[in-house]
């Protein structure tokens, strides 16, 4: 979850709701502002990482605030320019203007959240080796996690696309994340995770519009596009990212000037993508042409060593990042973890980390904690149980305790596809994420 601060300007309160809304469920720290003027006061309370920033307003429209940041030697923050009906023209001059990116009423979540995640990563100051790798360094000191992270060191500087494989919150983008911040100049990180675009418009995403924003394909440049989900890519977008990565050139929808591929591409998948090659649900082509160099990351249950140290990971990022209390973990509980199969992998181990965090008491968490919270996410296999133990909580706890445990067996199902989860689950994309956060459970981790 970000916490990337946003400042959005426009006259329209429904519209300014809507943004600071959509963005606040993502985690992002959002102020609004219903005019040039407020917009001034708010710049000079605090610099956000990023500007929403609508076209028409009373008294002083956006444009004549774009320029005023610019000829201020310009903007220390992106701005994205917001175009109502008959504004594109506008908005694309804005963008010579020293805008990154526009966006047209009426909004769509997905463009939205597409649009300010790559502004935001694509201006993010690059991050050394040094300081980018101990965030998303892989935890353990098993000859599982040394081998991967040897690795990662090998391919560090390397151009060639990169396939990682493996199950569901095994830490796929964790791995793709290490490897670009090794990099002695590693340039932009840009991610793409499929299942959180609007059908029909990846390959727009991808390749980027003549006229409007550059595709993540462009804002990767001098760095690494991650896709996540490459398998749940449609035909389109496979066809286009196959002749990029063949040809070293792409071009945007509707534009005919040949643009150079400039970045690195790694690619994440589930552990069946050679089987959906087999079926026909996958390009051959693209098939190999990303998998230059193979990444499998292994299971949780194959370097259940590792547990304490990820376990000792967790709980200190979790107290720092988020404020949880802290809990010490009693090494019969410990040892109880070592001994549980994870199906969701590490993903279900930060997240069982958190949930003990968070509605635990007393310093330390014994093993009868660990075996009752264990229980409560068996649900799917063990209703019965799993029933006994909700009877005894409040309503609103024991029904958030069956959300959780049905979308977390749902999402294993989906193996951490939101798209496929919201088929699954009947459920319209904007509610589910909105689910998804209330619960803690963040579908960008996983991988």
Not at 29 to 44: F, K, M, Q
Not at 112 to 140: D, K, R, S
Request: aromatic letters at 4%; a negative charge; hydrophobic letters at 45%.
């Amino acid at each position: 979850m970000s916490d990337a601060s946003v400042l959005v300007v426009d006259d329209e309160p429904d519209i300014r709701e809507l943004v600071r809304e959509i963005l606040a469920d993502e985690g992002y720290r959002v102020t609004t502002a219903a005019s040039a003027a407020e917009a001034r006061a708010a710049l000079a309370e605090q610099r956000p990482d990023l500007a929403l920033l609508d076209i028409w307003m009373p008294e002083e429209d956006g444009i004549s605030l774009l320029k005023e940041w610019v000829q201020a030697d310009g903007p220390a923050f992106p701005v994205v320019m917001i175009s109502g009906h008959g504004t594109v023209e506008t908005a694309v001059e804005a963008t010579r203007l020293g805008a990154v990116d526009f966006i047209e009423k009426p909004l769509s979540m997905g463009k939205l959240l597409a649009t300010v995640e790559e502004a935001l990563a694509a201006h993010a100051p690059a991050p050394g080796a040094e300081a980018a790798a101990p965030a998303v360094v892989p935890v353990g000191r098993s000859q599982a996690m040394t081998r991967l992270r040897e690795q990662a060191k090998r391919l560090a500087d390397a151009r060639s696309p990169v396939l990682v494989t493996g199950e569901s919150g095994s830490g796929r983008k964790t791995f793709a994340r290490y490897m670009h911040g090794l990099a002695a100049q590693p340039g932009p990180l840009v991610e793409l995770v499929v299942g959180n675009v609007a059908d029909g418009s990846l390959t727009e995403t991808l390749l980027g519009r003549q006229g409007g924003g550059p595709g993540r394909l462009e804002a990767a440049a001098g760095g690494t596009l991650v896709v996540d989900e490459v398998d749940e890519l449609d035909d389109a977008a496979q066809a286009h990212l196959a002749a990029a990565l063949e040809g070293q050139r792409f071009q945007r929808v509707g534009g005919s000037e040949a643009l150079p591929l400039r970045c690195r591409v790694a690619a994440v998948a589930g552990a069946e993508l050679e089987a959906a090659v087999r079926a026909g649900q996958f390009r051959e082509d693209l098939f190999y042409q990303l998998n230059v160099v193979p990444v499998t990351i292994p299971p949780l249950r194959d370097h259940v060593e590792d547990i304490p140290e990820l376990v000792s990971f967790f709980v200190d990022d979790l107290v720092e990042r988020e404020g949880l209390v802290y809990r010490r973990f009693t090494v019969a509980a410990q040892n109880r973890l070592r001994n549980h199969t994870w199906p969701g992998n590490v993903r279900e181990l930060r997240n069982l980390v958190q949930r003990l965090l968070l509605l635990g008491e007393g310093r330390d968490i014994d093993v009868d904690e660990v075996d009752r919270v264990l229980a409560d996410n068996a649900h799917p296999g063990d209703p019965g149980r799993a029933a006994e133990l909700w009877l005894d909580l409040p309503l609103r706890e024991a029904r958030e305790a069956f959300e959780r445990a049905y979308l977390q067996r749902q999402l294993r199902r989906a193996e951490g596809s939101v798209a496929q989860l919201a088929r699954l689950t009947g459920m319209e994309r904007t509610h589910l994420y909105r689910k998804l956060r209330a619960l803690g459970i963040d579908p960008r981790e996983a991988g």
